[in-house]
């Protein structure tokens, strides 16, 4: 795959998404500390991006097809679940470890779970089977977890 100037927008967005999230540890960890609830603490994350989504969402004239919605496999709605799930281990891993190697622990996470379910195909994502620039990938992302986890802090 080469890099096509029409994606760089895409691969800007997604640098920009990575930047977001030591800064929602960060900042879900200052609120846990202060309300002294993890599980509220993503409650209130959930509450307020749920507002903040409500006040975006009428501007983007978003029209959502129920019916297919209804017709899609039950899974599908459990991405709040799973989301809440990522809240609250972010802020336990995020006070006990620290942002930096709760972030690198969770990315290297992110990028190994992300390479099987595109190998599979699994949760409707098109199939990309892994290869030797993939395999390289998931090696690089094992071998920097490694050196956080085993260089002094």
């Given amino acids: 795959m080469t890099l ?42 959930y509450l307020v991006g749920a507002v903040a989504l409500g006040a975006v969402l009428p501007a983007l004239r978003v029209r959502a097809n129920w019916t297919a919605a209804r017709a899609a496999p039950r899974w599908v709605w459990l991405g709040g679940v799973v989301g809440s799930a990522y809240v609250v281990g972010s802020v336990v891993l ?48 094992l071998a920097a977890l490694a050196l956080r986890l085993w260089t002094p802090a």
């Fill in 4 to 45: 096509q100037p029409r994606r760089f927008p895409f691969l800007l967005l997604a640098v920009t998404a990575g930047t977001l999230l030591p800064m929602q540890f960060a900042v879900n960890s200052a609120l846990a500390g202060e309300l002294h609830s993890v599980t509220l603490t993503a409650g209130i994350s």
């Fill in 94 to 141: 995020t006070r006990l470890l620290g942002a930096a190697l709760a972030t690198t622990l969770v990315i290297a996470a992110q990028v190994l779970t992300a390479l099987a379910l595109d190998h599979f195909g699994a949760l409707g994502l098109p199939r990309r089977r892994m290869n030797r620039a993939r395999t390289l990938a998931a090696l690089l992302v």
